[in-house]
């Protein structure tokens, strides 16, 4: 199996590559077009600023050929907030796949949420065999609301979706590669069972 993580300089990719290797698979960091488009199951990840991100995408033409793709994708973090339609984060223009718009979280709470948090409402083969309530890692300003391609909720402050899918697309706000044996499992099931 050809696992591509997209290398565009907005993620912390090793850490990822290192989850994956520790199931036992290899991945490689990629940007090129070619191999992407040749790989099974192709990692998105994404820390950093909404739109510093989406420029770098734009500049390698990353920007066209994400939403084009029909192997499995996982967008992490940042990677599945640039997958929606837009961010209130720099006033961004997003990669269009997800119809929600990411927004901040209210003055109400502590902003960045950082820490471990529960997922619920889990909708998805991504998350086969992970408990419902089971802790995840996090660490984020904006968030998706919930809408008809959420696939798994947490709460802060809010209900917002924790996880995303809409076709071969699936995003997870958490860190899987941060978020300990259930992280592992659900890297697991989206690279056997998706």
Request: some cysteine; charged content about 20%; overall charge negative.
């Amino acid at each position: 199996m050809k696992i591509v993580i997209i290398d565009y300089g907005a993620g912390n990719i090793q850490s990822i590559k290192f989850s994956i290797q520790r199931l036992g698979y290899e991945a490689v960091l990629s940007h090129d077009v070619d191999e992407i488009l040749a790989a099974d199951k192709v990692i998105f990840p994404g820390v950093g600023e909404a739109s510093s991100a989406m420029e770098k995408l734009r500049a390698t033409g990353l920007d066209k050929l994400i939403p084009n793709l029909k192997q499995p994708v996982l967008g992490i973090c940042l990677g599945m907030q640039l997958m929606c339609h837009s961010s209130e984060e720099g006033n961004t223009e997003g990669l269009g796949i997800f119809d929600l718009d990411v927004v901040k979280f209210s003055n109400a709470v502590k902003v960045p949420q950082i820490g471990w948090n529960q997922i619920s409402d889990l909708k998805s083969d991504l998350f086969k065999g992970i408990p419902e309530q089971s802790y995840i890692y996090l660490v984020h300003s904006f968030y998706a609301p919930l809408g008809k391609e959420t696939i798994a909720t947490s709460e802060y402050g809010l209900n917002y979706s924790a996880a995303l899918q809409k076709d071969n697309f699936f995003g997870v706000q958490f860190h899987p590669e941060k978020s300990s044996d259930v992280g592992s499992d659900i890297l697991r099931n989206f690279l056997t069972v998706i």
